[in-house]
């Protein structure tokens, strides 16, 4: 209640300052019609007694040129947004400025708008590798605690856009070794060479003998599974931690199997999607100069779109 109250007395002094404080933000690309993503943003706004002045939508479309009249529009009211496939890579062209995140995976999936001299400038970010960085985190800390960063295997399992982010966020968190899979070695290699890696085209106990982190980030229907002896229960006792990008369904065929295999601690990818959400909206009050931000109401929306039966972790 406490923070709720001073959210709603910050804001309303914001207000006072600020001739415009209405602001529209949308989810891009196609298809996004199940996406948690507007009820985790406005449970945000709402947490922070900005609805509903700020609200988000979904905007569906494979055309970048939406996006692009948005920010180009006469008295805009739009604040930003999220960008999902297949616009991740469009849209960078025409933004005014990228992070370094956003260069080095080259994909943005968050848009910021910051006002200068009277006209917005938008900037493109990548929260996609925190959202894999953060609970990934979380559990090593857990089963690892002391063991270094330095001295972790990890895997990633694709050779897509979210692979890009995936190896990005493994190479910040300062594993050792980091592997590529794709059966098609030549894409496997096209990410390595980005980010310091080694391709891989199978997965044998020759070719890869024990992982600590495996991220995978190729789609729930392609049926992939790990092979057994990487998640199998160690002599040790340790856990190879698993996290899948895919968050519909819930449960997906390698975390079914993963989990199962009684060796791997799981990590769904609605975790992903709330932990990257929160770091959007970071960025978006960053810019605004609204700082508070409610991550347990942004977490249990999304968990909302989880029935409990289909949870495996509890985050």
Same mark, same amino acid.
């Given at each position: 209640?406490?923070?709720?109250?001073?959210?709603?007395?910050?804001?309303?002094?914001?207000?006072?300052?600020?001739?415009?404080?209405?602001?529209?933000?949308?989810?891009?690309?196609?298809?996004?019609?199940?996406?948690?993503?507007?009820?985790?943003?406005?449970?945000?706004?709402?947490?922070?007694?900005?609805?509903?002045?700020?609200?988000?939508?979904?905007?569906?479309?494979?055309?970048?040129?939406?996006?692009?009249?948005?920010?180009?529009?006469?008295?805009?009211?739009?604040?930003?947004?999220?960008?999902?496939?297949?616009?991740?890579?469009?849209?960078?062209?025409?933004?005014?400025?990228?992070?370094?995140?956003?260069?080095? %995976?080259? #994909?943005?999936?968050?848009?910021?708008?910051? /006002?200068?001299?009277?006209? &917005? !400038?938008?900037? @493109?970010?990548?929260?996609?590798?925190?959202?894999?960085?953060?609970?990934?985190?979380?559990?090593?800390?857990?089963?690892?605690?002391?063991?270094?960063?330095?001295?972790?295997?990890?895997?990633?399992?694709?050779?897509?856009?979210?692979?890009?982010?995936?190896?990005?966020?493994?190479?910040?968190?300062?594993?050792?070794?980091?592997?590529?899979?794709?059966?098609?070695?030549?894409?496997?290699?096209?990410?390595?060479?980005?980010?310091?890696?080694?391709?891989?085209?199978?997965?044998?106990?020759?070719?890869?003998?024990?992982?600590?982190?495996?991220?995978?980030? %190729?789609? #729930?229907?392609?049926?992939?599974?790990?092979? /057994?002896?990487?998640?199998? &229960? !160690?002599?040790? @006792?340790?856990?190879?931690?698993?996290?899948?990008?895919?968050?519909?369904?819930?449960?997906?065929?390698?975390?079914?199997?993963?989990?199962?295999?009684?060796?791997?601690?799981?990590?769904?990818?609605?975790?992903?999607?709330?932990?990257?959400?929160?770091?959007?909206?970071?960025?978006?009050?960053?810019?605004?100069?609204?700082?508070?931000?409610?991550?347990?109401?942004?977490?249990?929306?999304?968990?909302?779109?989880?029935?409990?039966?289909?949870?495996?972790?509890?985050?």
């Amino acid at each position: 209640m406490f923070l709720f109250l001073t959210c709603l007395v910050f804001a309303c002094h914001f207000a006072l300052l600020c001739p415009v404080l209405e602001r529209e933000f949308f989810l891009f690309g196609s298809p996004i019609q199940r996406s948690p993503s507007p009820a985790m943003h406005n449970a945000g706004f709402k947490s922070v007694a900005l609805a509903p002045l700020f609200t988000y939508g979904l905007h569906d479309t494979t055309d970048v040129s939406d996006i692009v009249e948005r920010m180009q529009a006469p008295d805009t009211r739009f604040g930003g947004g999220s960008v999902t496939i297949p616009l991740k890579v469009d849209v960078m062209a025409h933004l005014d400025e990228l992070s370094p995140a956003a260069q080095a %995976i080259g #994909a943005v999936n968050t848009i910021m708008r910051e /006002d200068r001299s009277g006209s &917005p !400038r938008w900037k @493109g970010d990548n929260t996609d590798w925190l959202g894999i960085l953060r609970p990934i985190s979380k559990r090593l800390a857990t089963l690892n605690a002391d063991k270094p960063a330095s001295e972790l295997t990890a895997l990633v399992v694709g050779a897509g856009g979210t692979s890009m982010a995936a190896s990005y966020a493994m190479r910040q968190l300062g594993v050792g070794q980091l592997f590529i899979f794709n059966r098609t070695l030549e894409k496997a290699q096209t990410v390595a060479s980005r980010f310091h890696a080694q391709a891989l085209a199978e997965l044998t106990p020759e070719t890869l003998a024990r992982v600590d982190v495996v991220v995978s980030t %190729i789609p #729930a229907q392609a049926g992939f599974q790990l092979p /057994d002896h990487l998640v199998a &229960p !160690r002599a040790d @006792g340790s856990k190879v931690v698993v996290l899948d990008a895919a968050y519909m369904p819930p449960i997906t065929p390698m975390l079914a199997h993963a989990h199962a295999s009684g060796g791997a601690l799981c990590i769904q990818g609605y975790e992903m999607l709330y932990e990257q959400g929160i770091e959007q909206f970071r960025r978006w009050h960053k810019a605004t100069q609204v700082w508070a931000v409610d991550e347990e109401a942004i977490k249990e929306a999304c968990r909302q779109h989880v029935p409990a039966e289909q949870r495996l972790t509890q985050a």
